[in-house]
């Protein structure tokens, strides 16, 4: 942590992870947990897909975030999981929930910056709103600077040191 700048660790899984998240925070180091959809093991689970639909899997879900709580995690990340899930999930436990895909009852919400922006045209899911199609702008912006600089025009004096 000292190195990297960082302030925590996120970590994927439930249960199987508590042991781990209480020896790291037994030593200091704050752990955020993620449970539903893990990035991670997303071909795990057969690909990017709404974790917890079945009472089966709600169930895991609901436990492994109460596992999580109790090993000492300071907030769980859920991703892709149905609405009422997360609302139950973020109403029996003591620390923040944020969502990404798993509706407006968590405590916190995540958006990547690059769908916000619409700068990923090709991926286009349900919980994405774009607030921005800068995709084409930035394209052009490349284009632009490619062309003005196998022409000479830039970088101009406006943008060079003299002595």
Same mark, same amino acid.
């Given at each position: $942590? =000292?190195?990297? #700048?960082?302030?925590?660790?996120?970590? !994927?899984?439930?249960?199987?992870?508590?042991?781990?998240?209480?020896?790291?925070?037994?030593?200091? +180091?704050?752990?955020?947990?993620?449970?539903?959809?893990?990035? *991670?093991?997303?071909?795990? @689970?057969?690909?990017?897909?709404?974790?917890?639909?079945?009472?089966?899997?709600?169930?895991? @879900?609901?436990?492994?975030? =109460?596992?999580?709580?109790?090993? #000492?995690?300071?907030?769980?990340?859920?991703?892709?999981? &149905?609405? &009422? @899930?997360?609302?139950? +999930?973020?109403?029996?436990?003591?620390? &923040?929930?944020?969502? +990404?895909?798993?509706? &407006?009852?968590?405590?916190? *919400?995540?958006l990547v910056v690059h769908d $916000?922006?619409?700068?990923?045209?090709?991926?286009?899911?349900?919980? +994405? =709103?774009?607030?921005?199609?800068?995709?084409?702008?930035?394209?052009?912006?490349?284009?632009?600077?490619?062309?003005?600089?196998?022409?000479?025009?830039?970088?101009?004096? !406006?943008?060079?040191? #003299? =002595?």
């Amino acid at each position: $942590m =000292k190195e990297s #700048g960082c302030h925590a660790v996120k970590l !994927e899984g439930g249960q199987a992870m508590a042991a781990t998240v209480r020896r790291l925070v037994d030593v200091g +180091i704050p752990v955020m947990g993620h449970l539903g959809l893990t990035p *991670q093991s997303v071909h795990a @689970l057969g690909g990017y897909r709404v974790q917890g639909r079945d009472d089966a899997a709600a169930a895991r @879900l609901q436990s492994d975030a =109460k596992a999580l709580e109790e090993a #000492g995690a300071f907030a769980v990340v859920l991703e892709l999981v &149905p609405a &009422p @899930l997360a609302s139950q +999930i973020t109403t029996a436990l003591t620390i &923040p929930t944020i969502g +990404i895909g798993a509706g &407006p009852a968590c405590d916190g *919400q995540v958006l990547v910056v690059h769908d $916000m922006l619409g700068l990923n045209e090709h991926f286009d899911a349900k919980f +994405i =709103k774009k607030y921005a199609a800068l995709a084409e702008d930035v394209r052009e912006a490349a284009r632009v600077y490619a062309a003005e600089v196998r022409e000479g025009r830039f970088p101009g004096p !406006e943008h060079s040191f #003299g =002595k």
